[in-house]
């Protein structure tokens, strides 16, 4: 999920900027490449899209972003692309560094911390290039495929190990952005006395809708009773993890992240949080999912066998995790 949650997202994002990439992220950009390096030398940040200033240059660099983000999508020999993938998103991220809005940063912190998860086991071209060929190495070699299995063994424990202290820390990344912003917000005098969300509706930078957001503001006690639940909601998040409160303090989270993207204009970094709350989700979630899409295959003619990344006989990077049936392990571990 947050391969193709952050994957899509910045896809779209750069699809979305592309009549305006030049102004952005290019040589002709306010921001010019010679105060970026000037900055670089003070920050540490770095992006490749300054080791040239030449158009063309720039161009091949944005056609080869697309392009990686798409494989990513797909889950295209992950390994290597989750690797581009992230250097592609700092790269745009570095260049551009002023044009944040919270959503790039995360997304860049999730990018890095994506090369160390095996996300491409699941839901992609990957698996089902390893179900098709642990068919063929059956059916063609059952000795040399057993022999493969066995020296297999230790890299799929790396990997498992690597995959799980990589969900561990995007799990506490989430936990510390959320549990951070409430703690903020309670030291705010105007989240204390509820009129916060006021001011917050009537930011001219962020104020898409100034229609929509001024029916909103005058609703004094609906704005005052969001504020002190969005707190609220917020410095819990970390402590409700083990517990079922989990699942409705996430349905709250995600209307907070709709009405950010809507009524603030915010669409990347809501999308952001909203996938990365995906981790949260149990593992029964996804596999119901799966059962979903495996019946809308049936209907189309296709077997689920043929159609599903996730069957086969072959070897899974990450093994199941102990635990009970249907357990919903914090952060897919």
């Known amino acids: 999920m947050l391969r193709i949650g952050y994957g899509l997202l910045y896809l779209v994002f750069l699809l979305r900027e592309f009549p305006h990439r030049d102004e952005m992220w290019g040589p002709g950009s306010p921001w010019t490449p010679e105060l970026a390096r000037e900055m670089y030398d003070q920050s ?23 392009v990686t983000c798409a494989l990513f999508v797909l889950g295209w020999r992950t390994r290597a692309v989750s690797l581009l993938f992230a250097i592609v998103v700092v790269s745009f991220h570095a260049r551009a560094i002023y044009l944040a809005d919270g959503g790039d940063n995360l997304m860049v912190l999730m990018a890095v911390y994506l090369v160390f998860t095996a996300c491409g086991r699941r839901w992609s071209l990957d698996a089902r290039r390893n179900r098709l060929k642990a068919a063929a190495d059956k059916a063609g070699d059952p000795w040399g495929s057993g022999l493969r299995h066995r020296l297999g063994g230790a890299q799929s424990i790396l990997t498992t190990v690597l995959h799980n202290c990589g969900m561990f820390v995007i799990a506490a990344q989430v936990c510390f952005l959320y549990g951070c912003a409430g703690l903020y917000k309670v030291q705010g005098h105007k989240w204390a006395d509820g009129s916060a969300l006021h001011y917050v509706l009537n930011i001219g930078l962020f104020r898409p809708w100034p229609e929509l957001s001024q029916a909103i503001d005058g609703h004094h006690v609906l704005l005052t009773v969001v504020g002190y639940m969005t707190v609220l909601v917020q410095v819990a998040f970390p402590f409700v993890l083990f517990s079922r409160l989990k699942y409705p303090v996430l349905l709250l989270l995600l209307g907070m992240h709709v009405n950010i993207a809507v009524l603030m204009g915010l669409p990347l970094f809501s999308g952001a949080m909203i996938v990365a709350d995906a981790v949260f989700l149990p593992d029964r979630f996804y596999r119901a999912l799966g059962r979903l899409r495996r019946r809308g295959i049936r209907r189309t003619g296709i077997t689920a066998e043929e159609a599903s990344p996730d069957s086969g006989t072959t070897p899974a990077a990450v093994p199941p995790q102990p635990g009970r049936a249907g357990d919903a392990h914090p952060a897919g571990l």
């Open 44 to 66: 540490g940040w770095a992006s490749l899209l300054l080791l040239s200033d030449s158009p063309v240059y720039f161009e091949i660099c944005y056609a080869v972003a697309l």
